[in-house]
């Protein structure tokens, strides 16, 4: 399917373990981003990437770690996963003045 | 830093209304974003402001900006239930296509 997508949709887990969002995109957008969503915050920033093998910080990258070795793909890994890392998680990707965004995982941190 | 305001931050409002949600931001930028989200679900791109004094209009939504006094605004004509959801304005960081995003706006919108 053409368009951006994330994988899996919801997620829950525990404590201290380690977990991987998946962000795929089919346009080969040069920019992808990671945001996460909480109430009373709107979108935050995490990482982003310009290009394949480039990757910079955003507002908020403590305790994430992001890799892009193919254009397409930009996971995001929660090293060790903590109570506030509950959040909504976007991926978006842009080209120019265009900017779109995957439908998002629930990530429930028990 | 950018900072990126909106207000109001909830908007209940009667159909039929006009309405105007406003978009603030700290440091200069030339490209401004709205989006709209509904409950449960991604962002929506509803427009792109490249430019000062640039307006789009898309059925009862209208956007503006005005890079010089760093706002923009979101004008509501005419409301209908279906317009109800929250509305994010989003700001390029610096020309750099990082995003950064206002707290949303929650419009409801009543019979």
């Known amino acids: 399917d053409a368009g951006i997508t994330q994988s899996p949709r919801y997620k829950i887990t525990e404590t201290g373990r380690q977990v991987t969002l998946m962000c795929h995109q089919t346009w080969s957008h040069s920019y992808m981003f990671w945001y996460r969503q909480d109430l009373g915050h709107g979108l935050r920033l995490i990482y982003y990437s310009a290009a394949a093998d480039i990757t910079d910080k955003g507002e908020v990258p403590d305790g994430y770690v992001v890799s892009r070795s193919k254009t397409e793909n930009f996971p995001l890994t929660l090293e060790s996963a903590t109570r506030s890392q509950t959040s909504v998680y976007f991926c978006a990707s842009s080209e120019g003045a265009v900017c779109f965004f995957g439908q998002g995982t629930r990530l429930t941190v028990v | ?111």
């Open chain 2, 1 to 111: 830093e950018l900072k990126v305001e909106q207000n109001p931050l909830f908007l209940s409002m009667q159909e039929g209304k006009n309405y105007t949600i406003y978009c603030n931001y700290s440091t200069t930028s030339d490209r401004l974003y709205w989006y709209r989200q509904d409950p449960g679900k991604s962002l929506e791109s509803l427009f792109v402001l490249l430019s000062n004094g640039a307006v789009k209009q898309e059925g009862r939504l209208m956007a503006s900006l005005d890079t010089k006094a760093r706002l923009s605004t979101l004008h509501i004509t005419a409301a209908v239930h279906d317009l109800s959801a929250t509305y994010f304005c989003a700001v390029d960081w610096g020309g750099s296509e990082k995003l950064v995003f206002g707290k949303g706006t929650k419009l409801t919108v009543n019979p």
